[in-house]
């Protein structure tokens, strides 16, 4: 069993209070960490939640609201403590690159690990942003107040499996099942060339998460996470504040699972709470009744993809 999970540290808008920090996450795919956003108060959740932060791959940043990125100053100069070696990736909307130089050359943080930083300007489309062998990762861009990207993560299947009835009927040998692993074709004794795909298949499907915070109810959304097996979208408020919503540039719950429903996706999770509600229940009941698979982001719960058969 390969690991795909996603834990959630904070869900809060705006303000952190004492029962939760506001947006920040780690996903988990093959051991490996990725976190998206950085909420003030991320150094004492990966504490609480005995999370390594010299496991952490890369840093996804949605926006440069405080309430997504203020966790991050304390996040990056503490390293020193860690002694971390291995190159460090932080993506965010333009801008990203100053804060964190500004952060680091101020308070003469001293890293000595190479910190990658890829600042995204694109408009509509979706784009690969980040790879590495267990994850591709790809922006696109919300609709918000300032400039903001979603992420989709999605896992990178380890290793290709030959059909077995391949094997016998064209009769492959021990090197052509090794080639053939290699992503080569193969030529038979008969001397037919036979290609790649026709022979090899994953026994998984890959598993993909998608992260929507902040953004209005945006129509563009299906086209770039159709089908994801989690969507986290923002559900800032409750209905009956469509307008306030519209004007803060935020979504409502319904909206977030109209958008969930829209796409296809396995299971929503809706976060990025206005803390002017102290019950959350309502934001169940009113989502559920557009998308059935909607439970609440709770900081702690922990979300497993399970792997998926490919049959
Ligand atoms: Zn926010
Ligand atoms: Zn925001």
Redesign the pocket.
């Known amino acids: 069993m390969t690991s795909f999970s996603i834990k959630i540290l904070g869900t809060n ?2 303000l952190p209070e004492e029962s939760t920090i ?2 920040a996450q780690v996903i988990t795919v093959h051991e490996q960490m990725y976190v998206i956003d950085c909420g003030e108060g991320m150094q004492s959740k990966l504490k609480l939640y005995k999370i390594r932060r010299n496991r952490i791959n890369a840093i996804l940043i949605s926006h440069l ?1 405080g ?2 990125l203020f966790g991050l100053p304390g996040l990056l100069t503490s390293y020193v403590h860690f002694q971390r070696k291995t190159p460090l990736t932080i993506i965010g909307p333009a801008g990203i690159r100053e804060f964190c130089e500004v952060i680091l050359r101020l308070s003469h943080a001293f890293i000595n690990f190479e910190i990658l930083i890829i600042e995204l300007t694109h408009g509509d489309e979706k784009i690969v942003v980040y790879e590495d062998l267990h994850v591709e990762v790809s922006a696109f861009p919300l609709n918000h107040r300032i400039p903001t990207y979603g992420y989709i993560i999605t896992e990178k299947l380890p290793s290709w499996n030959v059909r077995a009835d391949k094997i016998v009927s064209l009769q492959l040998t021990v090197d052509q099942i090794k080639a053939v692993k290699r992503g080569e074709d193969i030529v038979t004794a008969e001397g037919l060339t036979v290609r790649n795909e026709e022979v090899v298949y994953h026994k998984w499907l890959p598993r993909r998460y998608a992260y929507c ?2 953004t209005v109810y945006d129509e563009r959304l299906p086209s770039y996470i159709s089908g994801v097996d989690v969507l986290y979208h ?1 559900a800032t408020y409750l209905s009956g504040m469509e307008e306030q919503a519209m004007d803060r540039m935020h979504s409502t719950v319904v909206q977030a699972a109209d958008i969930a429903r829209l796409s296809g996706v396995g299971k929503l999770v809706v976060g ?1 709470f206005s803390v002017r509600y102290v019950d959350k229940t309502e934001f169940l009941i009113e989502g559920r009744e557009v998308f059935e698979n909607t439970i609440l982001a709770e900081e702690g719960l922990e979300i497993i993809i399970n792997e998926k058969k490919n049959d």
């Open positions: 808008a705006a506001t947006s609201h309430d997504h915070s902040d923002e990025h």
